[in-house]
């Protein structure tokens, strides 16, 4: 296992996994299966291809990292939020079957049929944003990981960028979402035996106990309470943070119905057991007192020696990896179908991929105050959609347009206080001992307001929703 030791192994093993996807990728691709993921006959995802599917690219490189951070900081609180978000999987069945019953084909095409090309439109927005944040964010993970397996190297975080933007691109461009979801089964079983092994050395490994895992409350000078608060900003967004996830959304739509509500069970139980697991190699640090260093990455070297370290650095990248070809599937459908901005075509889907691959790249060099902001950012946009969605699938009534777009005025403008949550401005109305008090106050009032001028609408101008 010596060899492990070496960098150059991370090398090794993103080429290798990067040869195996572009073997597996379809040479010859129909544009259906481009930008709606069937086989070359016709034939839509099986179960347990939009199953590892769909766990692979919710639990990627951004998400492991943000799980572990949030447990080294804040304990078993702060893991136990993160896999808060997992129940996406639940919350994202019920819309989508809600959808399906009335006949949609996607988010859009409900949005479209209740509120017009502005309520198109408006959604596109937050999904386009939420598409390049994925990107950007699995890219400078990536870059995290090199630049410490190669720190004498200045160019070694943009190197590596630039490389697996390069690689997905590649991929991702022959085959589209079909490339895309042959490769995540392979990439999810690459990623669930190193996992396993990295999990399996640190539980039995000295100096281990789930006892003092779950009672863990982390380094954080406030201990464990901001993660509680962060359990609570979870569950408030966990409705609508799923109808804003084009990836999820995506494959909501491509199989039957038994099967996808299938598929979005298993997701749930299989990506929740995966990030929770994750979260316990930040856990185990902040128990240890090991120090904060480099994203964590740096602090696992020196706890768990080159071995583990190598695994849970290739989980890292086959993650990233295997989101970024689904964020660029999205991508292309999202430019052609939603936005119609060229014909339907392979090569416009390929073009729509270079496009947000390269904006991706290029957000990297902006850089980031912490990996969970853009998670906090977008899920507190996408809130708007929980009045909307409640009204209509619960109670049977869609808002009017107006009402529509206050709920969406207040979630963008929340979404942009938590960015500037630092100024005295925003400290003026959200203010509190820790960033995730802002972000509660910040949610509570989106959803006040969003339920307030539904209500108001409804009372108003309300009509029944249609059915199918």
């Not at 993160?82 to 919350?91: G, R």
């Not at 996607?106 to 439109?121: A, C, E, M, P």
């Not at 120090?291 to 602090?299: I, R, V």
């Not at 995730?436 to 106050?441: E, F, V």
């Amino acid at each position: 296992m010596e060899f492990l030791a070496e960098p150059m192994a991370l090398v090794y093993f993103l080429g290798a996994v990067t040869v195996i996807s572009l073997v597996i990728s379809p040479r010859k691709i129909s544009v259906k299966g481009f930008f709606d993921g069937t086989s070359g006959k016709g034939v839509q995802p099986s179960l347990w291809m939009l199953v590892l599917s769909q766990v692979t690219t919710w639990i990627f490189a951004r998400s492991l990292m943000n799980a572990a951070i949030l447990g080294y900081f804040y304990g078993f609180a702060g893991t136990l939020a993160y896999t808060a978000y997992y129940l996406s999987f639940l919350t994202g069945m019920y819309i989508v079957g809600q959808m399906r019953s009335r006949g949609a084909r996607s988010v859009q095409d409900w949005l479209g049929d209740n509120f017009g090309r502005v309520g198109h439109v408006a959604y596109n927005i937050i999904v386009a944003l939420r598409l390049l944040s994925e990107v950007f964010a699995n890219l400078i993970v990536v870059g995290l990981i090199f630049s410490a397996a190669f720190p004498e190297l200045a160019w070694a975080k943009a190197g590596a960028i630039i490389a697996l933007a390069v690689v997905g691109l590649t991929y991702s461009a022959l085959g589209g979402l079909r490339a895309s979801l042959r490769t995540d089964v392979m990439q999810m079983i690459i990623f669930l035996v190193v996992f396993v092994l990295a999990l399996g050395v640190m539980i039995f490994g000295e100096g281990f106990s789930f006892g003092a895992i779950f009672t863990a409350s982390g380094v954080h000078e406030q201990a464990s309470r901001p993660g509680w608060i962060l359990v609570a900003v979870a569950f408030l967004q966990v409705f609508s943070y799923p109808a804003h996830d084009p990836v999820m959304m995506d494959r909501g739509f491509i199989a039957d119905e038994v099967t996808t509500r299938k598929s979005f069970l298993h997701a749930f139980w299989l990506s929740s057991i995966c990030i929770f697991g994750f979260g316990m190699f930040g856990i185990q640090a902040g128990i240890i007192g090991a120090a904060y260093e480099n994203q964590l990455l740096g602090t696992w070297q020196v706890m768990f020696g080159p071995t583990v370290y190598f695994l849970i650095a290739a989980s890292l990248l086959v993650s990233a990896m295997s989101t970024l070809d689904s964020a660029l599937a999205s991508a292309a459908r999202l430019v052609i179908d939603e936005f119609k901005a060229a014909p339907r075509t392979v090569m416009s889907g390929r073009i729509a991929m270079f496009g947000f691959m390269a904006a991706g790249a290029l957000l990297t060099l902006w850089g980031n105050k912490t990996l969970f902001d853009a998670v906090a950012v977008s899920g507190t946009a996408s809130m708007f959609l929980t009045p909307v969605l409640v009204l209509a699938f619960v109670f049977n009534r869609v808002v009017p347009l107006w009402s529509f777009l206050v709920a969406y005025g207040a979630a963008v403008s929340g979404a942009v206080a938590y960015m500037y949550r630092g100024t005295e401005f925003v400290k003026l109305f959200f203010d509190g001992p820790h960033k995730y008090d802002q972000l509660l106050y910040i949610c509570i009032a989106v959803l006040a307001v969003g339920f307030a001028a539904g209500l108001i609408g409804l009372a108003t101008q309300g009509k029944l929703a249609r059915r199918a």
